[in-house]
């Protein structure tokens, strides 16, 4: 299994600006929330900062961090 890559470092005399750092998603025993790919679900467990366990109705799934595909409502 590879790892993602890591992000490029932003130097101190480009004449770019530095991409925002997007904070890390966290999610409480009780959220709502919507997956892309499996709709509506309510989160029943988390480890903190690998996964969250979320009932969607028909399933249980267990969706790894960093959650690219899952927000909360």
Request: hydrophobic share 40%; aromatic share 6%.
């Amino acid at each position: 299994m590879t790892q993602p890559a890591a992000p490029k470092r932003h130097l101190p005399t480009s004449p770019f600006k530095a991409p925002a750092v997007r904070a890390p998603k966290h999610f409480a025993v009780g959220d709502q929330v919507t997956h892309d790919v499996y709709g509506l679900g309510r989160v029943i467990g988390v480890e903190d900062g690998i996964a969250a366990l979320v009932d969607f109705g028909p399933e249980q799934l267990r969706i790894l961090s960093p959650y690219a595909k899952m927000t909360k409502l």
